[in-house]
């Protein structure tokens, strides 16, 4: 499988089967987010792992769609502001930056050996970082479920804009 075909495999999956996913396999999930580049190579993320059931139910307090926590992981991507390169000509921080790339080298590399992931963004933040015990500082970039998908799960067409319309040449006019 080549770069643009696994980019085409990846897509969003909300139906999992209830296999597990082999500690083995985790782990090169894990090993592709290790690998994605980051401003100044600051790395500023921490994979955050939860199996434990009751974990995972109460992460449905923070975004409550049963696929999401009733998938047999939920990886959190978080990432530490502090350990994060700023760029001084505006101050802006880079470390969500860095945490949305390793989280999409996550999702590929999951993609990559017959996983799903949906990178989900819209839960309550406060919620999740309780039940997840995060220290002051940690922040959550994205979560997602992790597991086989489920034959529900078949694909719907995805749309994508155009490149035409996507890329500009020189100039924004
Ligand atoms: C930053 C971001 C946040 C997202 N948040 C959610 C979410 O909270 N819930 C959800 O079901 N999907 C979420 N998605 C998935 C998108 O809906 C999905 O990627 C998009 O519709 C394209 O579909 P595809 O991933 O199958 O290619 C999010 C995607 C991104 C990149």
């Not at 085409?8 to 580049?37: H, I, N, Q, T």
């Not at 939920?74 to 390169?85: M, T, Y």
């Not at 979560?143 to 034959?151: C, Q, R």
Request: hydrophobic fraction near 45%; include cysteine; proline fraction near 7%.
């Amino acid at each position: 499988m080549d770069f643009l075909e696994l980019a085409e495999k990846r897509r969003s999956v909300r139906a999992y089967r209830e296999d597990d996913v082999p500690e083995e396999v985790l782990a090169k999930v894990l090993e592709g987010a290790r690998r994605a580049p980051s401003a100044c190579n600051r790395q500023p993320w921490r994979f955050v792992v939860v199996r434990d059931e009751a974990r995972k139910r109460l992460l449905g307090t923070a975004y409550s769609r049963e696929w999401f926590w009733k998938a047999p992981v939920v990886i959190a991507v978080c990432v530490l502001p502090a350990e994060g390169w700023v760029r001084p000509h505006d101050g802006k921080s880079y470390a969500w930056v860095d945490g949305a790339i390793a989280m999409d080298h996550l999702t590929l590399a999951a993609a990559d050996m017959g996983l799903g992931t949906c990178w989900v963004g819209a839960f309550d933040p406060e919620v999740a970082a309780k039940v997840l015990n995060l220290p002051d500082g940690v922040e959550i970039v994205a979560m997602t479920p992790l597991g086989y998908p489920a034959e529900e799960a078949a694909p719907r067409p995805r749309t994508r804009r155009a490149l035409a319309e996507s890329v500009i040449r020189e100039r924004w006019n």
